[in-house]
């Protein structure tokens, strides 16, 4: 693969421009300063890790080297395991809390409470008992953590924890530090923060909520409320240095700027590669063999050149791919709508690059002769007349120069270039002394984890003591020991460890001996350390619920999901499993699909439409990408359902949603001795597809292969087969016009 050179690069940006056009184009990031390349005749091939992005893992990579130079707080609990955990410092010089918020009760007095000794044991609240524990958790812990399962609300406690932290930040005192794994946690998170406290600050712009979380970007709140540079800062003289390179920079790249013409002669005259007697040469050559008119048209190397000046050809042969592109997502369709609506853009995450571009072009080349070495070229070059140099041979001269050109004008560039680094931290520093002025004026501040890497430093100069991490089971262990600041004195983590786990790019990471799946809320709670669960949900039926007892052993029904409203067309029949035996198949990109499930999904979907339920209302799920597209496709193609947005999604993308009407693709269904039941035998990622219902549940599959493949199936189906009876290998309809119920069976 690597004939002579491999460069190192990152992709810097992807505008959607040059995505289309072929091949690609992108904007690359030469780490090393003496390896930036500027040759636009050079072809490279690119070798891609297409597992995993470099970028999100960069900044929490540099972090972790930072984090070796610091001192490191809650080692007893994070390295020591230490079971037992204590007040935050701050909370024991001042225990005392307005937890008036919390309570319904108009008599009492929860304004001034000691939480630490006088916590009230028989309190009013709308949370619940489980709910009340957990708050008290997250309140007097200095590692407090907080186990939700699916629909016990742990946002929710995690937002009322912030509205009691916040009651008691005084002026002064260090804002409070939210993050989440991803984007959509995240803004969620936030946008129920924005009721109480409007003027948060959100790190970073990859925010799909244009009304309440993008106002709040670092980015727009720059340029709603503009400061000076401040005196004696860096930014003003950085934004000098950064004037003074690029016009160094762009000198630099000059001679190939203009690539409607060969190289002048007086570009060879000055970087020294003929002489003034070969120049003369060629301009007193040119002038005789050509009139005044066309020798003004025309440069001087093109006349010598004759017919061996040839226009250069790319070697790349353009490659059509035998895979089908995969249809856009219905929340990137929806986004991109938005942004052209709205003409958001953010300097901090955008997909093409600001500054001065220069544009590298070099049509031409010589014409090549075989046998003519550079050792010989070299000798030809001692011709002090260059018209005596052969006819044959001035091809492969030309190629020689030009080669020689490319090759001083980029050392030129990386001679430059060489202050770059140095540019570039003062501008980033420079910049986030005046971001530090905003950041000291919030009292909340959100990122996602990533991002809290990326701007840990910004950060850290804010000298936070509590951070919240949302989804922190999800969250790599990394991630959360670089929210560990030398000035914390709380750390809050909140998620599920029975749901979803962080995804390894590389899988030889998980499992012994390295586990990097499992997070650090895991292990803590895995070691034994204190954590509060969650008990009391919100979002099932009963009946869904139930079959969750094998994952969560004390979760309990909230009365709010008694007495729900059926699902039309069903007659009563809110759950069930249709079991059959319709055999599984790859797609063209390996991944597992089902037609004979998928076509009965989709009339599926139709006969609940036509019955009355909207699509909104209804998500598909499955555990494979190929039978989410094969559904998409079937759904857009229905006559009967034009115009619909569908939501059909993997249930590695659907954690922490919910929808009125669950539909459940498990694909699987082969004879068990040799295909197996993949993701199905997953135990998260089960837990998370069968907690998404609300009012209806249907489950597609063979009941047969799972119970033979998986001690948790077995046990679910069991649950499922219990009076009154929910799995079958009919699906019973009922007509809501004349109510006769119908048996649909599989082919």
Request: with cysteine; aromatic share 8%.
């Amino acid at each position: 693969m690597f004939r002579k050179v491999c460069r190192v690069a990152v992709i810097a940006a992807r505008p959607l421009a040059g995505l289309n056009m072929d091949p690609p184009a992108i904007d690359l990031f030469f780490r090393a300063i003496d390896e930036i390349e500027i040759d636009p005749q050079q072809e490279w091939v690119m070798v891609e890790a297409r597992s995993a992005y470099y970028e999100a893992y960069r900044h929490t990579l540099c972090a972790l080297q930072k984090i070796a130079h610091e001192r490191f707080p809650l080692t007893e609990h994070l390295v020591s395991v230490q079971a037992q955990v204590a007040p935050p410092q701050y909370l024991q010089q001042q225990p005392f809390k307005d937890i008036s918020l919390v309570t319904t009760s108009t008599t009492g007095n929860y304004f001034k409470v000691n939480i630490l000794d006088n916590w009230p044991e028989q309190m009013e609240s709308d949370l619940d008992p489980s709910q009340l524990a957990a708050l008290r958790h997250i309140l007097t812990k200095r590692m407090a953590i907080v186990q939700g399962p699916p629909g016990t609300g742990k946002t929710h406690v995690s937002v009322v924890a912030l509205k009691v932290l916040l009651s008691s930040i005084g002026p002064g005192d260090p804002p409070i530090i939210v993050t989440a794994q991803t984007n959509h946690a995240l803004d969620q998170l936030l946008r129920h923060v924005s009721v109480f406290e409007p003027d948060f600050v959100r790190l970073g712009g990859r925010s799909g909520d244009y009304e309440i979380i993008k106002p709040r970007t670092m980015w727009a709140i720059r340029q709603q409320a503009p400061l000076p540079p401040l005196l004696g800062g860096l930014s003003g003289s950085a934004r000098k240095q950064r004037k003074d390179l690029t016009q160094k920079l762009t000198v630099a790249l000059g001679p190939l700027r203009n690539g409607s013409e060969p190289l002048p002669a007086e570009l060879l005259l000055h970087l020294k590669l003929i002489s003034e007697t070969q120049y003369k040469s060629l301009v007193d050559g040119a002038e005789g063999w050509v009139g005044i008119n066309e020798f003004q048209s025309r440069t001087i190397l093109a006349t010598w050149m004759g017919p061996n000046l040839i226009v250069h050809e790319k070697q790349r042969q353009s490659q059509q791919s035998e895979l089908q592109y995969e249809e856009v997502d219905q929340e990137f369709e929806q986004l991109k709508e938005i942004e052209a609506e709205h003409g958001w853009t953010d300097e901090d995450d955008q997909e093409t690059l600001t500054g001065e571009w220069v544009p590298l072009y070099e049509p031409f080349t010589g014409r090549q002769a075989y046998g003519i070495t550079d050792q010989k070229v070299e000798g030809l070059l001692r011709y002090q007349d260059m018209w005596q140099i052969p006819h044959s041979c001035r091809g492969m001269v030309y190629r020689y120069l030009q080669r020689q050109v490319k090759d001083k004008l980029c050392l030129n560039f990386r001679s430059a270039a060489s202050g770059y680094p140095r540019t570039s931290q003062n501008s980033k520093i420079g910049g986030w002394e005046v971001d530090a002025i905003h950041l000291q004026k919030a009292r909340i501040i959100g990122m996602t984890t990533t991002g809290l890497s990326k701007y840990r430093a910004l950060i850290a100069s804010v000298k936070p003591k509590v951070v919240l991490i949302e989804e922190a089971a999800e969250t790599f262990e990394a991630h959360v020991v670089t929210a560990c600041f030398d000035t914390l004195e709380h750390l809050i983590l909140v998620g599920d460890h029975k749901q979803l786990r962080g995804h390894c790019a590389v899988r030889d990471l998980e499992g012994e001996p390295f586990n990097l799946e499992v997070s650090l809320f895991e292990r803590m709670i895995n070691n034994g350390i204190e954590y509060s669960q969650l008990t009391r949900q919100r979002r099932m039926l009963p009946e869904f619920r139930e079959i969750l007892a094998p994952i969560y052993e004390h979760l309990d029904d909230h009365p709010s999901v008694l007495g729900r409203e059926d699902i039309p067309g069903m007659g009563g029949i809110n759950f069930w499993f249709h079991s059959h035996q319709m055999p599984e198949s790859n797609d063209e990109s390996m991944s597992k699909q089902n037609e004979g499930e998928a076509d009965l999904i989709i009339g599926f979907f139709e006969y609940l439409i036509r019955n009355g339920m909207r699509a909104k209302d209804i998500t598909v799920l499955t555990f494979y990408n190929g039978q989410r597209k094969r559904i998409l496709r079937g759904l857009k193609k229905n006559r009967g359902m034009q115009g619909f947005r569908f939501n059909v999604s993997t249930v590695d993308s659907y954690q922490g949603e919910e929808n009125e009407v669950i539909l459940l693709s498990l694909v699987r269904n082969n004879n068990g001795s040799t295909g197996g039941i993949g993701f199905l035998n997953i135990e998260n990622r089960v837990c998370v597809a069968l907690s998404r219902a609300r009012r209806g549940f249907y489950i597609f599959g063979n009941d047969w292969l799972l119970r033979r493949s998986s001690a948790l199936w077995e046990n679910v189906i069991a649950i499922m087969e219990r009076e009154p009876k929910r799995v079958g290998t009919s699906l019973p309809i009922t007509c809501q016009k004349h109510n006769r119920r119908t048996q649909i069976k599989s082919k």
